[in-house]
């Protein structure tokens, strides 16, 4: 398991462009109810289209997290489709993800662009949860760290993060969090064995050492992601460096996403 001492898991349910509105309402409060249970040992939340980012928000009850899947560097001005962290925060978003692999293959994203958002999410005090993986050539030529290390140190330099504390104010729940998400297990239904996920955790987690500090890297949450499933969460929440999920397709129907909860829940608490 994570180190709980330091790193309560977080399960976060990206419903990607899914759901109408009143689907994105009742789904919610569905999951509000069914996991209200599994909140003492996790932290949930889910992250819908920002169109319903109002309105769940204001159907926010303690326990449960509402992310943005997008956020803009800027404050405001001509950019047309985005919304900024400020917005955000007006409405009382939990946080946002930055960079899915996504939106780095359709819609441009770098890890520069990716590291102005993460300033633009620290400075209004909003979490965050930056997306960072491999594709499936540059792990089967072997740049997997390369990647995974590039990805981390061009954002942090491009965030230019003044003081990291600001992140880690609530005992257990750092603000800032990473989502190591393989490219090539994204919506495929397989998933990366919890070795490599595993290996590639504590690596990310040294990376963070040598550009923070032992005792940050030691307080953020890594997340997996890449066709996680209530059958396959707990072998992942088992591993030492894995601190919780980005569920992409299990977390659309919310029984799954309940039983993926109570699996991780399950052994969180062991
Ligand atoms: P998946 O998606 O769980 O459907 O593989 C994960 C993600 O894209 O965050």
Request: glycine fraction near 8%.
């Amino acid at each position: 398991m994570g180190q709980s001492n330091l790193r309560k898991p977080l399960i976060v349910g990206n419903w990607k462009m899914n759901k109408s509105i009143c689907s994105a309402e009742a789904d919610f409060l569905d999951i509000s109810r069914r996991t209200r249970p599994c909140a003492k040992v996790l932290e949930i939340g889910v992250a819908p289209v920002s169109l319903h980012l109002s309105t769940l928000t204001q159907r926010r009850g303690q326990h449960m997290g509402v992310f943005s899947q997008n956020v803009h560097w800027e404050a405001e001005g001509a950019f047309t489709g985005e919304c900024s962290a400020r917005m955000l925060k007006d409405i009382n978003v939990t946080g946002a993800l930055v960079a899915h692999s996504e939106r780095r293959q359709m819609n441009a994203e770098t890890n520069i662009t990716a590291g102005q958002k993460i300033r633009a999410l620290a400075d209004q005090g909003l979490g965050i949860i930056y997306c960072v993986g491999e594709t499936l050539s540059e792990r089967e030529s072997g740049t997997l760290e390369q990647v995974l290390r590039s990805q981390i140190a061009e954002a942090l330099g491009a965030a230019q993060l003044r003081d990291l504390s600001a992140f880690c104010s609530h005992p257990r729940t750092c603000t800032f969090s990473i989502a190591y998400e393989p490219v090539w297990a994204i919506g495929t239904g397989k998933a990366a064995t919890e070795k490599e996920a595993q290996q590639a955790h504590r690596f990310i987690r040294s990376c963070l050492e040598s550009l923070t500090s032992s005792a940050f890297a030691e307080r953020v949450r890594i997340l997996y992601g890449g066709s996680v499933k209530p059958a396959n969460i707990g072998s992942f929440i088992r591993q030492s460096d894995i601190d919780g999920a980005l569920v992409g397709g299990a977390s659309l129907d919310p029984a799954s996403f309940e039983a993926l909860c109570a699996s991780a829940a399950e052994t969180a608490s062991f």
